[in-house]
């Protein structure tokens, strides 16, 4: 039998043209090998068998195809059997090796020695085990070949295919023997480096995974380079690598060796017909006693690790108890915050935006906010940025949409105050990625009879030059049906003139700190002004409005109206509120407004 093998790149079986280096030299040693072989996919099913494999068992391999591993075991055995298989088979054990009674397709009982070994593609994953059958009636092979088969079996299972580092399974053995014995030697040391690749998706998205996949193949020579005689350089998934220490005296020597690995790190790599560059953020763990287990070491690294990257990468930190603890409040809050909205914790509030000309409220913007029923009011930027990160953003901000729209329909249709009212929504950069925004808008804008008009949506610097030409082309497809774009935060971002002239842009929000700076006689508030300045020259060659965000002082405002700013908002003329108190007190009362006092509006 000659089924296609499973392919170490993840890749369909039936893919055939041209295997991979590796995948050539096992299926020109699984062919002609006398030593009884067969491949058995992860969930115990032969795929595959060599004529000695065959041969031995009695059996074709188009019979063995899809019986379950166990079909050989004498009946007696095959539930111990079971237990071992099933142990390879989860990855638990890379491999295993076993004596067992075996029944041949004549019938006869014999006695067997199977060893099975589990192969991982590049990626990490289990991919498929092989099985190496010894007859022992008799030898089918000589030693030397079963001793080499043996050896390279056990490489595949316990190296990564794409780099040729030890994998996860062999750091962990190597960990655990270290910490079973760390106790014997007093004031011993272990420890670990848990390093990932800055920007990485970045590289795969732009050049391509081929060109990926050799940055991941140099960044292991580099790494491997700086390890100590002793240590293990693994790669543990992805752009992840571990160093492990199996000897060290403290923090000091760990930092020692990361700021060797950033160093290693720091040269351009040529790929092909490219030169990058690639940082890694790095978390440490240490352990002293044998009661810290593998599995908590590396967890503690990554926390670390996340920690060091989530102060803009490129940087390493050093675990202590108070992250574990911080990322196990952070866990519970993610947990409530996927049914926050189903419960009912989540509501919109809204502050207003006025016009500087007239000093009407022309518009709200919809704001989250999260009243916890045990932490209380949670800050939006803690819940907005676990949004983010656990992928929840896009359901909060479809939710945000539709209660935002909702709302302003209601206001409109009962409100004569509120008829030409305008609401302003946010959008982050996952809903920009999610191909679906325009739809999405669209039939929410539908649904509640809103014109498109009435849709601000606001986007930040950051969120358009991830990808800026398919960013454009979404923000022009809504410009087609009426909504209007803004560009928030701005003057913090990384946005090009060329670029803020490739987009369909209505208005440009002044970022809080350029207007806080404006305040007082003094340099920088002289500095803050003409910062402000410039950028309302620029939004009036560009043709666009501005808005100013974070007002907070009536010499502010005084200020943003001497200059010709368009439209302010901020805790001066409201923090966000409910929309009942929203109501309340700009749509029903009738001005003068209190942050009005001193002012002379037309």
Known sequence: MTMPLPRLDGGPASAPPRLPAREEWFRAVFDGSAMPLAVVSMDGRFIDANSAFEAVVGRSGDDLYGEPLGTLDHPD?????????????????????????????????YPARLTLSVVRGVDGEARFCVAML????????????????????????????????????LLAERMHEVLATLGDEPGARCGVLFLDLDRFKNVNDSLGHNVGDEL?????????????????????????????????????????????????????????????????????????????????????????????????????????GSMHRA??????????????????????YFQPIVSLATGNVVAAEALSRWSHPVHG??????????????????????????????????WRATVPQASALEISVNVSPWQLRDGELVETV??????????????????????????????????RALKKR???????????????????HRLPLDALKIDRSFVGGMDGGSTGAVKGAEIVRTILALARSLGV???????????????????????????????????????AAFLLAQPPYAWQAGHHFG
């Open 545 to 583: 409005r501005v808005v100013a965000e974070g007002v907070e002082t009536h010499e502010q405002l005084a200020a943003l109206r001497a200059l010709g700013c368009d439209y302010a908002q901020g805790y001066l003329i409201s923090p966000p509120v409910p929309a009942e108190e929203f109501e």
């Open 77 to 109: 055995d095959r539930e111990q059997n079971a237990l071992l298989f099933r142990r390879v088979l989860s990855g638990e054990l890379p491999s295993h090796q076993m004596e067992l009674r075996h029944v041949g397709g004549d019938g006869v009982v």
């Open 134 to 169: 010894d007859d022992l009636r008799q030898r089918t092979a000589p030693e030397p070949e079963r001793d080499l088969l043996e050896g390279r079996l056990r490489h595949l299972a316990l190296h990564d295919p794409l780099t040729g580092l030890p994998n996860r399974v």
């Open 327 to 348: 990322a196990m409040a952070r866990l519970g809050l993610e947990t409530d915050l996927r049914g926050a909205i189903a419960r009912e914790e989540l509501k919109v």
């Open 216 to 320: 991941l193949r140099q960044v292991a020579v580099r790494l491997a380079a700086c390890a100590r005689p002793g240590d293990t350089v693994a790669r543990f998934g992805g752009d992840e690598f571990i160093f492990f220490l199996p000897r060290i005296t403290g923090r000091e020597e760990a930092l020692a060796l990361a700021a060797d690995v950033r160093v290693a790190l720091s040269a351009p790599l040529e790929l092909g017909n490219y030169r990058t560059y690639t940082t890694a953020s790095i978390g440490i763990a240490l352990a002293d006693k044998p009661a810290d287990s593998a599995d908590e070491m590396l967890r503690n690294a990554d926390i670390a690790m996340y920690y060091a990257k989530a102060g803009g990468g490129t940087r390493c930190a050093v675990f202590d």
């Open 482 to 500: 009426d909504v209007q774009i803004y560009l928030d935060d701005f003057g913090t971002g990384y946005s090009s003139l060329s670029l803020l």
């Open 442 to 475: 669209a039939a929410t804008l539908g649904e509640h009879g809103v014109p498109a008009a009435a849709l601000k949506l606001e986007l930040t610097e950051s969120t358009l030059v991830e990808d800026a030409a398919r960013a454009a082309g979404i923000l």
């Open 377 to 410: 009011r949670v800050p939006p930027d803690k819940f907005i940025s676990l949004a983010e990160d656990t992928g929840l953003i896009g359901a909060l901000g479809t939710w945000v949409l539709d209660e935002a729209t909702r709302q302003l329909a209601e």
